[in-house]
C-alpha cells in the first residue's frame, strides 16, 4: 500500500508508541535545557556555603551540592553541553564518516581496500577503550573528548555508507551516469548521498544517546569536562563521594543521563521503522 507521507507517519506513531514516547521524551529534554535555563534566575555556579548539601526541598528542588549549589539549575544547564556534546559527536563523525565511505564505495579498488582495513583495525579495538586512551593522550578537557569521541565513531559511518554505496551504485540511474562521464564526486553527490540519508540518519539518531552516555563516562573518569563544568557526568563524579548520606547529588544527573538516552533510542527504533521500506506494509 501507497501511503501519503503526512498518513504513513501519522500511521507509524499511532502503531509504535514508544516511537512517540521517545519524540516526547527528547522533545522535553530539549525544551528544558533550552528554554529552563532562561526562566531560571539562579546562577549555576553560585555558592551558598549556608545551604551546602541541603536536601531536595521547595527551594532546591534537586538538592544543593557540597557548596551550595542549586542541582537542578545545574542539571538543567549541564544538559546544554551533554547534549551538545551528542550532537556534536554525532555531526562530526556522520559527515566524515559518511563521505569517507561513500567515496570508497564509488572509487573502489586500491582505495576501498586502504580505508576497508584502516576501518577494520580501528573496529577491533573496543570504542571506549579507544576512546579513552585517545583522550588521554589528547589531555583531559571537554574538547579533547569530544574529539576522540567522534574520531572513534566514524568507522561505523564508514561501512554504513560503504554499504548502501556498494548496493547503489549498479542500479540503472548511476551507470548511466557513468557512461556519460559523471565523476565519482557528482555521482556520490547527486545519486548516492540521497538514497543513503535514511540508514544514516537512523544511526545517527541512536548514537546521540551513546555519545551523551559515552562523554559522561570520560567525565566521570576525569578526561572530559572538568569541575567545576555543570555536565552530567562531571556532577556524578564528585556527587560519588557523597552518595551515602547525600544520595540526590549523584540521583539527579544520573536520571538526566538516562532519560535523555533512552528517549533517543526510542526515537532512532521509531525512525528505523518508519524509513525501512520492509515496514510500510500494515
Not at 579495538?125 to 589531555?139: F, N, R, W
Not at 574520531?151 to 557512461?179: F, K, M, N
Not at 537512523?202 to 573518569?221: E, K, P, R, T, Y
Amino acid at each position: 500500500m501507497n501511503w501519503p507521507d503526512g498518513d504513513y507517519l501519522a500511521y507509524r506513531l499511532r502503531r509504535s508508541p514508544l516511537t512517540l514516547l521517545g519524540l516526547c521524551m527528547v522533545a522535553l529534554v530539549l525544551l528544558a535545557i533550552l528554554v529552563g535555563p532562561w526562566l531560571l534566575s539562579t546562577d549555576p555556579d553560585r555558592i551558598d556555603l549556608r545551604s551546602r548539601l541541603a536536601a531536595p526541598s521547595a527551594a532546591h528542588w534537586f538538592g544543593t551540592d557540597e557548596v551550595g549549589r542549586d542541582i537542578f539549575t545545574r542539571v538543567l544547564y549541564g544538559g546544554r553541553i551533554s547534549v551538545g556534546i551528542g550532537f556534536f559527536v554525532v555531526l562530526v563523525s556522520a559527515t566524515l564518516g559518511s563521505i569517507l565511505g561513500g567515496l570508497s564505495g564509488v572509487i573502489g579498488g586500491k582505495m576501498d581496500t586502504a580505508i576497508m582495513r584502516l576501518m577494520d583495525v580501528v573496529l577491533s579495538v573496543p570504542s571506549l577503550v579507544l576512546t579513552m586512551a585517545l583522550a588521554a593522550a589528547l589531555g583531559p578537557s571537554l574538547w579533547n573528548a569530544m574529539l576522540a569521541l567522534a574520531l572513534v565513531r566514524i568507522p561505523a559511518y564508514v561501512r554504513l555508507a560503504r554499504g548502501q554505496t556498494l548496493t547503489i551504485r549498479e542500479s540503472g540511474y548511476v551507470l548511466a551516469a557513468r557512461s556519460f562521464g559523471a565523476k565519482p564526486w557528482q555521482i556520490l553527490r547527486w545519486h548516492v548521498a540521497l538514497n543513503a540519508l535514511p540508514p544514516i540518519s537512523v544511526q545517527a539518531s541512536l548514537d546521540l544517546g551513546s555519545a551523551i552516555l559515552m562523554a559522561a563516562a570520560l567525565s566521570f573518569i576525569g578526561l572530559g569536562a572538568q569541575p567545576p563544568a555543570a555536565e552530567w557526568g562531571a556532577m556524578i563524579a564528585v556527587g560519588r563521594h557523597h552518595v551515602l548520606e547525600q544520595w540526590w547529588y549523584s540521583a539527579f544527573p544520573g536520571m538526566a543521563i538516562l532519560f535523555t538516552a533512552v528517549g533517543f533510542n526510542f526515537l532512532g527504533d521509531g525512525l528505523r521503522d518508519m524509513l525501512d521500506p520492509k515496514h510500510r506494509q500494515p
